[in-house]
């Protein structure tokens, strides 16, 4: 099988385009003076994949691989341009990340993807969006408010406090999961 090709500028310190490889038994990564890097896919322990949206890049999708040693493996399909500037390389990111995933579940059939945020920040996520939630509910019951003399003036309230739930649940919708490689649902992965 002929091993899928991915090549991307990561920012303005990168001194050119770096190709990632998705061989047979590694992962390989080539620099822009020539040298090669592999890390083999028996030696991942977690992969990630979600759409992560950032200033200037709202078509941000990132796949996070983790090795026994070294640091994390962060991949995306944002090429660098310039500053504030980044091109989509969706065209050829989706297929390396299909690569690279089937390669993974080859080596590894048990292991899981994480979909969602990351488990850290998926803490803070959550805990900013409760204290949001009750100090509106606090404020709606302890301030006095123009609505006060309505006479139902409570139920008023109640309804406010329910209309905020939705973001509550959309909170709680990015929740990271674990997922089998071959059930990885769409969302995560780059459209094309």
């Not at 080539?30 to 979600?50: P, Y």
Request: charged share 25%; aromatic share 10%; hydrophobic share 45%.
């Amino acid at each position: 099988m002929q091993p899928v090709v991915y090549r991307r500028r990561r920012d303005a310190i990168s001194r050119g385009e770096r190709q990632w490889r998705a061989d047979e038994d590694a992962l390989v990564t080539i620099d822009t003076a020539g040298s090669e890097r592999r890390f083999l896919w028996k030696d991942m322990i977690s992969v990630r994949l979600c759409f992560e949206p950032k200033r200037f890049r709202p078509f941000r999708y990132v796949l996070e691989l983790t090795p026994k040693k070294g640091r994390k493996i962060t991949l995306d399909n944002a090429h660098y341009l310039g500053v504030g500037r980044f091109e989509d390389r969706s065209s050829t990111y989706a297929p390396f990340v299909r690569s690279a995933v089937d390669r993974l579940r080859a080596v590894k059939p048990n292991m899981h993807a994480l979909i969602g945020e990351t488990p850290k920040r998926y803490f803070f996520l959550l805990l900013t969006t409760l204290l949001v939630l009750g100090a509106l509910a606090f404020a709606l019951v302890a301030l006095p408010t123009p609505i006060d003399g309505l006479p139902y003036a409570n139920l008023i309230k109640f309804g406010i406090i329910l209309l905020m739930l939705p973001i509550f649940w959309r909170v709680l919708g990015a929740m990271p999961k674990g997922v089998p490689l071959d059930a990885i649902p769409k969302r995560a992965l780059p459209p094309g």
